[in-house]
Every structure is written in C-alpha cells, then in structure tokens.
C-alpha cells in the first residue's frame, strides 16, 4: 500500500522560510516523480513543483520558482520542499503527491493527507 | 499555461439520479500519436485529500465504482455519476496533463 506522510508544516511570518518532507513507502520510490500540490483555504487545487524519480529534473509553478526548492533523498525514500520569503498568498494545505510515471507530466494516483502551512505574523 | 473550466460550479441532484459535471480545456489536450485525451478526474472529499478516479479521459482506476464514468474528447469532457449515492458529495477536479503547468479545473461542489 502507497503511503505518503507530509511532515514540517506550521505557522511562520510573514518573509520567512520553512521546509516541508514527505516519508514515502508501499512501491519504488526512485521510479517515481513525485510533486507538491496545495491548497489554499477554501480554494481550489495548485499544482507547485515535480521532481523526477532521479531527481535529476524540477519543474516549477511560475507562482513560486525562484522561491521554493523542491529536492528528494532516494536513500531515504523522502521528497522535500524548501519554501522561502513566504507571504500570506502561501498559506495552504501542502499535499505530496506521486506521479504516475519516472518524468514529471503524468497524472496524480497516490496522495499524502496533507500538511497546513500558515503564513502570519 | 492551459486553462480548464468546469461547469457548474455545484450541483445538487437526487439520491439515485444522474448527474454530470462537465470540463473544458483551452486547447486540445488529446494526442494523435498514442490516440490519448491527457484528462485526469479527481474526487475530494471534505477534509481529505484528492483521490484519482479516471484518467485518460475515460479509465476509471481500480477501485472506482462502475457508477462513475467519463467521456470527452479534444477540449470537451465530462465526469458522470449514473446513479448518485450519498458517499459520493464531494468536489470534483478535473486536471489535464498534457503539458506543465498541470493545471486543474476549479471544481464542483456535488451535493444532494
């Protein structure tokens, strides 16, 4: 059974900086991109960032390139993302989500519970 | 960036009626060399995370009652619950991966 579990999630000002894992296990993590999704309150679904299974390529969502870092350990079966200057458009539910394929592009089949990220002084 | 668009935005339909939700992308999203309509449907439920229930347009993923179906083509698609069942209120997503940005339609709020 696939299970994602998104850790690292709280409140933070308004400009600072906070880093997000999720712990993967139940398949081969290193075949599989793997993406950010969030979720602001009440909103609708944002896709945020992919990683190949290599980790080799990132993709980014213009909202946040230049200010988040997505990364992976396939040591550890762990994908991260590294969210700075934070403002309050980046207060969401932060979703980890596995690719249906090894290259970024594929739909989303598997999906962590989520991790809320609030942005506030 | 391809830009999908669900109509309605919610819909209240009786216990044991139809209904059908509709997604339309800005520019084909099907691809002749596979003969593919890179269209992803998404259910979510309140507190939970999405869960995947048709892609390719029209494959429901194992698990998926057979109640639920998709159709479509091109830029125009749909999502169709034959016979609403109250375990199925939810929000619904479509989401188009032809290209990144992958984006996803705004949703729409099934009740009964």
């Known amino acids: 059974e696939v299970q994602l579990v998104e850790s690292g999630g709280g409140l933070v000002q308004p400009g600072g900086s906070l880093g997000l894992s999720c712990a993967a296990s139940?398949?081969?993590?290193?075949?599989?991109?793997m993406n950010w999704v969030r979720q602001a309150p009440g909103k609708g679904l944002e896709w945020v960032s992919s990683?190949?299974?290599?980790?080799?390529?990132?993709y980014y969502a213009d909202s946040v390139r230049g200010q988040f870092t997505i990364s992976r350990d396939n040591s550890r079966n762990t994908v991260y993302l590294q969210m700075k200057g934070l403002s309050a458009e980046d207060t969401a539910v932060y979703y980890c989500a596995k690719d249906s394929g090894q290259n970024s592009g594929n739909y989303f089949d598997n999906w962590g519970q989520g991790i809320l990220v609030t942005v506030s002084s | 960036d391809i830009v999908m668009t669900q109509s309605p935005d919610s819909l209240a339909v009786s216990l044991g009626e139809r209904a059908t939700i509709n997604c339309k992308s800005s520019?084909?999203?099907?691809?002749?060399?596979?003969?593919?309509?890179?269209l992803a449907w998404y259910q979510q439920k309140p507190g939970q995370p999405p869960k995947l229930l048709i892609v390719?347009?029209?494959t429901r993923e194992s698990g998926v009652p057979d109640r639920f179906s998709g159709s479509g083509s091109g830029t125009d698609f749909a999502l169709t619950i034959s016979s609403l069942q109250a375990e199925d209120v939810a929000i619904y997503y479509c989401?188009?991966?032809?290209?990144?940005?992958?984006?996803f339609g705004q949703g729409t709020r099934l009740e009964i």
């Open positions: 989401q188009q991966y032809y290209e990144t940005p992958r984006t």
């Open positions: 990683i190949s299974g290599s980790g080799d390529n990132t």
């Open positions: 390719w347009s029209s």
């Open positions: 520019q084909s999203i099907f691809y002749s060399s596979n003969n593919k309509n890179y």
């Open positions: 139940g398949f081969a993590f290193s075949t599989y991109a």
